[in-house]
């Protein structure tokens, strides 16, 4: 890659900071100032190092999770402004390596790895932390790190990433889909060895209230590392991570760690909130998220009926979605009710089906719908796990996973002639020159 894309791509602007602690702000990380900051840093700079790393894991949310659920078939996007919502990502024409879609979602992603690389270095210059201490920030860091290198490798999908960064002038080379996921998965487990018997002696944001503590944020790490493996078809490997993360089979389904957001100075706001009835830009639940959920299940609160149905581009809805009832609602990173449709997942693919049957029906009655009296097969119960993950991880970023990961995107709807469901989006521009 050319150094300019490398600047584009990796390297963070202007990093937006949390209202608690917005002093020693960096400006751009590919300046001497950054150089200064890795052989040098303070105490207060390497916590405003690891505050801004923290928020900038929420910059562009909105255009990813937009991407991946109209694709999964969960939303249409309707916006005058940007007719590609209902064009190219619905499967018209193709894919464009170029556009905003695949683009910015990709850049934000990098910069905050970018931004957990040049944390890391600056922690093993400063001497005058604790190895606990240097512990819980590399930890930390990378945890982060896996975390936004999978936000992207579920883009690209066997397109492939880059998992190897660290030295923005000579990159690691693209990883197809299976390196990729093990190179994330073993920068889990660095990040759980650091965590393990680490001090965090930085601020985190309450968006990881309960997990604050070294014990709490290895459970966080957990709990990722059980999506990997599912994501690996390590269903032992799985259960084993379920273990030491925060699962609960009967615990409440939304605990668990969030972006958090604010109308603070110097903050963000949620832009995956949109108003109900909204006039012009809109965000609409597919209909058959209606037409195919269970009589009297309660999640079909998170498609709420319009007063009247929009319609653009031959596509029509009269459902908004409501997951996000305000502009600082927090948006889940990963919760409870996954990691109880996780086990349930290990367990059917293990064959321990009773135990399965168990964790789906903690959801099926959780939510107001009776107990699972279908098919007792291995088929059956896959399919009806997919079921529950689609309603509940609703317009999350799991449900076109979800159905690549079975082979079943030719099983997701397609109400208007001559669109079809893409399994991938291109590498953009700037990483394949």
Same mark, same amino acid.
């Given at each position: 890659?050319?150094?300019?894309?490398?600047?584009?791509?990796?390297?963070?602007?202007?990093?937006?900071?949390?209202? %608690?602690?917005?002093?020693?702000?960096?400006?751009?990380?590919?300046?001497?100032?950054?150089?200064?900051?890795?052989?040098?840093?303070?105490?207060?700079?390497?916590?405003?190092?690891?505050?801004?790393?923290?928020?900038?894991?929420?910059?562009?949310?909105?255009?990813?999770?937009?991407?991946?659920?109209?694709?999964?078939?969960?939303?249409?996007?309707?916006?005058?402004?940007?007719?590609?919502?209902?064009?190219?990502?619905?499967?018209?024409?193709?894919?464009?390596?170029?556009?905003?879609?695949?683009?910015?979602?990709?850049?934000?992603?990098?910069?905050?790895?970018?931004?957990?690389?040049?944390?890391?270095?600056?922690?093993?210059?400063?001497?005058?932390?604790?190895?606990?201490?240097?512990?819980?920030?590399?930890?930390?860091?990378?945890?982060?790190?896996?975390?936004?290198?999978?936000?992207?490798?579920?883009?690209?999908?066997?397109?492939?990433?880059?998992?190897?960064?660290?030295?923005?002038?000579?990159?690691?080379?693209?990883?197809?889909?299976?390196?990729?996921?093990?190179?994330?998965?073993?920068?889990?487990?660095?990040?759980?060895?650091?965590?393990?018997?680490?001090?965090?002696?930085?601020?985190?944001?309450?968006?990881?209230?309960?997990?604050? *503590?070294?014990?709490?944020?290895?459970?966080?790490?957990?709990?990722?590392?059980?999506?990997?493996?599912?994501?690996?078809?390590?269903?032992?490997? %799985?259960?084993?991570?379920?273990?030491?993360?925060?699962?609960?089979?009967?615990?409440?389904?939304?605990?668990?760690?969030?972006?958090?957001?604010?109308?603070?100075?110097?903050?963000?706001?949620?832009?995956?909130?949109?108003?109900?009835?909204?006039?012009?830009?809109?965000?609409?639940?597919?209909?058959?998220?209606?037409?195919?959920?269970?009589?009297?299940?309660?999640?079909?609160?998170?498609?709420?009926?319009?007063?009247?149905?929009?319609? *653009?581009?031959?596509?029509?809805?009269?459902?908004?979605?409501?997951?996000?009832?305000?502009?600082?609602?927090?948006?889940?990173?990963?919760?409870?009710?996954?990691?109880?449709?996780?086990?349930?997942?290990?367990?059917?693919?293990?064959?321990?089906?009773?135990?399965?049957?168990?964790?789906?029906?903690?959801?099926?009655?959780?939510?107001?719908?009776?107990?699972?009296?279908?098919?007792? *097969?291995?088929?059956?119960?896959?399919?009806?796990?997919?079921?529950?993950?689609?309603?509940?991880?609703? %317009?999350?970023?799991?449900?076109?996973?979800?159905?690549?990961?079975?082979?079943?995107?030719?099983?997701?709807?397609?109400?208007?002639?001559?669109?079809?469901?893409?399994?991938?989006?291109?590498?953009?521009?700037?990483? %394949?020159?």
């Amino acid at each position: 890659m050319k150094p300019s894309n490398i600047i584009f791509l990796l390297l963070l602007s202007a990093a937006a900071i949390l209202p %608690a602690c917005q002093k020693g702000e960096i400006t751009n990380l590919n300046t001497p100032v950054a150089d200064d900051l890795i052989k040098g840093a303070t105490k207060e700079q390497l916590d405003n190092l690891a505050v801004a790393l923290e928020s900038s894991t929420r910059f562009t949310l909105n255009t990813y999770y937009d991407a991946v659920s109209i694709l999964g078939r969960e939303i249409y996007r309707f916006s005058g402004s940007e007719p590609r919502y209902t064009t190219e990502l619905m499967g018209q024409g193709e894919l464009n390596n170029n556009t905003f879609y695949i683009t910015n979602p990709w850049a934000s992603r990098y910069r905050a790895v970018r931004q957990a690389n040049i944390l890391i270095e600056a922690v093993g210059n400063a001497a005058y932390l604790t190895a606990e201490q240097k512990k819980g920030y590399t930890g930390f860091a990378k945890t982060i790190m896996a975390h936004q290198l999978l936000m992207n490798l579920t883009m690209t999908y066997t397109n492939g990433i880059r998992t190897d960064v660290k030295n923005a002038a000579q990159l690691g080379p693209i990883k197809p889909y299976p390196e990729a996921l093990t190179d994330i998965a073993a920068i889990l487990d660095e990040g759980k060895a650091d965590l393990t018997g680490s001090n965090i002696s930085f601020p985190i944001s309450d968006g990881f209230a309960g997990f604050k *503590t070294a014990d709490g944020l290895v459970k966080f790490n957990r709990a990722l590392a059980a999506r990997v493996a599912v994501y690996r078809q390590q269903w032992a490997g %799985a259960l084993t991570a379920l273990n030491e993360s925060f699962f609960d089979l009967n615990g409440p389904h939304g605990r668990g760690i969030y972006h958090i957001f604010s109308g603070g100075s110097g903050d963000l706001l949620n832009n995956l909130f949109l108003q109900q009835n909204n006039p012009g830009e809109n965000r609409l639940a597919y209909p058959t998220y209606a037409t195919d959920i269970a009589p009297g299940d309660d999640r079909i609160g998170k498609a709420t009926v319009r007063a009247a149905p929009v319609t *653009t581009d031959n596509l029509t809805s009269n459902r908004d979605v409501w997951i996000y009832t305000s502009n600082t609602a927090p948006v889940a990173i990963i919760r409870n009710e996954e990691l109880v449709l996780i086990y349930a997942e290990a367990k059917i693919n293990l064959n321990q089906i009773p135990d399965a049957i168990v964790a789906l029906n903690r959801i099926r009655t959780s939510h107001n719908v009776p107990v699972y009296v279908g098919a007792i *097969t291995q088929a059956a119960l896959i399919t009806e796990m997919l079921h529950q993950r689609r309603y509940s991880l609703f %317009a999350e970023g799991h449900r076109w996973v979800d159905m690549r990961r079975y082979n079943r995107l030719n099983q997701l709807p397609n109400p208007r002639a001559g669109d079809k469901v893409w399994d991938k989006f291109p590498v953009p521009l700037t990483e %394949a020159n």
